[in-house]
């Protein structure tokens, strides 16, 4: 899949949209089992090798990310569909980002090392709710603020949101 970027107008105009969630119709689809596997080979792709990836970001408004897991066994690479950040706890702390659609750039970015993230199983269709800690809570962030349009040079350190 090819990844957008905000150097193309176009591109922009896509990561600038807020997603919409997916029906569990959708989710029992072969169509979403295809756009799973297609989205962690994008990330994990040689000329990716990132370590998240969301729906704008290869051309879908659609609430959807794929996080590779460093707080599980083998850090294996996961998808989370209608995903929301539900709760955050202590005090934002600064690390370093860069992101794919955003090319050659880096900056560091205020971000919660605890947090619940709550998401549609794709195996029962249900509600779960899951805490995350430490970095991979960082990639969660940065990819849910894909979902709602924010791009993490938006909240860069310095800039009204990320100071």
């Known amino acids: 899949m090819r990844v ?10 896509v990561l600038r949209t807020p997603c919409s969630d997916f029906t569990e119709r959708e989710l029992k689809s072969d169509l979403f089992a295809t756009l799973t596997r297609k989205m962690v080979a994008t990330v994990t792709s040689p000329e990716q090798d990132g370590v998240g990836i969301a729906g704008p970001q290869v051309g879908l408004s659609r609430r959807i990310i794929a996080v590779q897991r460093f707080d599980k066994d083998g850090n294996p690479f996961e998808c989370y569909p209608n995903i929301r950040i539900t709760a955050m706890r202590g005090e934002p702390v600064p690390g370093p980002e860069g992101c794919l659609s955003v090319p050659g750039r880096r900056g560091n970015v205020l971000r919660w090392r605890d947090i619940d993230i709550s998401y549609t199983s794709i195996e029962t269709g249900q509600p779960v709710t899951e805490r995350v800690e430490g970095f991979t809570a960082v990639i969660f962030q940065h990819e849910v603020d894909h979902l709602d349009g924010v791009i993490y040079i938006d909240k860069l350190c310095g800039n009204k949101e990320g100071e």
């Open 4 to 13: 957008l970027t905000v150097d193309n107008p176009d591109d922009l105009a």
